[in-house]
């Protein structure tokens, strides 16, 4: 356990890392989600055409 009166080494000087590849997740996510909108409106537009081949227009 600590007593309180311990000095503890810390290290002012913090230097986050460069990296370029940052921006690269982001337009993975962008193109991901821009697939998955293509995907889900082509589902979307396949089960209302099933719809209305099987509506009774004999009403």
Sequence with gaps: MSTGKEDL?????FAPAENDDTETPVE?????????RTIDN???ERR????????D???
Excluded at 28 to 36: C, F, I, S
């Design 9 to 13: 080494d810390v290290e002012d000087e």
């Design 28 to 36: 993975v996510a962008k193109t991901n989600l821009n697939k998955r």
């Design 42 to 44: 082509l589902l979307e």
């Design 48 to 55: 209302l055409q099933r719809q209305l081949a099987d509506f």
């Design 57 to 59: 227009f004999d009403l």
